[in-house]
């Protein structure tokens, strides 16, 4: 039986929020942002392992006490330079310490992602459990899209939303899919893991999640997400 692994890159240093913490650690309801996503993720029942892959220098993890997790989380201190170097090394540590195969599914999710609900990790195993290719969770784009056409800040045209969908995380593949699209990916530009997949010509499923599942990015984003979560421990 393939049983289901959850990995959370956590090896950026989130330039874009403009701080010099890793925007991982940045404070959400008091707690590291990466806390929620590892909640929801190990709560949910069909998951049997989390594994965190943590750049070599990280100095934060440390400072937190993760003991209420216990086995289920895993540490993995061998993230890269990007973010699919860390998705890949992260695989590559847990086969070789025998924690999972090679049929299992594996579902990368963004620390950066702190209001994911079981709701929608629920949504996403149960549709793509049965997939031959595996997906990810993504809304369709809201919003009208303009093109811009130089420095000035000019539209060049509008562009067509139809079909057009939001990527989002978890992204769920097989291991050994996975880790193949990763390997074959590294002189290609991919910003996420279905991007990999693509890449070798398969089609991944759109699983249709919902617009709290954002990525923090911005200082803004931030201020949100805690709201959000605020709003959900005391509804
Ligand atoms: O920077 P961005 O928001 O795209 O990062 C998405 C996720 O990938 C974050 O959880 C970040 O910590 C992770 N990442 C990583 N290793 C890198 C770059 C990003 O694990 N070298």
Redesign the pocket.
């Known amino acids: 039986m393939s049983k289901f692994f959850a990995l959370?890159?956590?090896?950026?240093?989130?330039?874009?929020m403009g701080n010099e913490l890793?925007?991982?650690y940045l404070a959400l309801n008091s707690r590291p942002m990466?806390y929620h996503a590892i909640c929801t993720l190990c709560q949910n029942q069909f998951i049997a392992g989390v594994f965190v892959?943590l750049?070599p220098s990280d100095g934060e993890w440390h400072k937190y006490d993760w003991s209420e997790f216990s086995e289920k989380l895993v540490v993995l201190s061998c993230?890269?330079?990007?973010?699919a170097?860390?998705?890949l090394n992260g695989l590559t540590a847990a086969k070789q310490k025998n924690l999972v195969d090679s049929n299992d599914w594996i579902l990368v999710h963004?620390?950066?992602r702190p209001c994911l609900t079981s709701i929608q990790l629920d949504k996403l195993i149960n549709e793509l459990s049965i997939d031959e290719v595996g997906g990810l969770l993504a809304v369709p784009v809201a919003d009208t899209l303009k093109r811009c056409s130089n420095t000035e800040n000019r539209v060049a045209h509008t562009e067509s939303r139809e079909n057009l969908w939001q990527a989002q995380t978890p992204q769920m593949f097989r291991y050994d899919l996975l880790t193949h699209a990763l390997r074959s990916a590294t002189s290609i530009n991919v910003?996420d893991d279905a991007g990999a997949v693509e890449a070798l010509g398969f089609h991944p499923k759109l699983v249709l999640g919902d617009a709290y599942n954002f990525?923090v990015?911005y200082p803004q984003d931030l201020a949100l997400a805690e709201l959000i979560i605020q709003k959900r421990n005391n509804p």
């Not at 959370?8 to 240093?13: D, N, R």
């Open positions: 959370i890159p956590a090896a950026g240093s989130g330039a874009r890793p925007k991982q990466i892959v750049a993230g890269g330079l990007t973010r170097d860390s998705v963004d620390a950066a910003t990525k990015t």
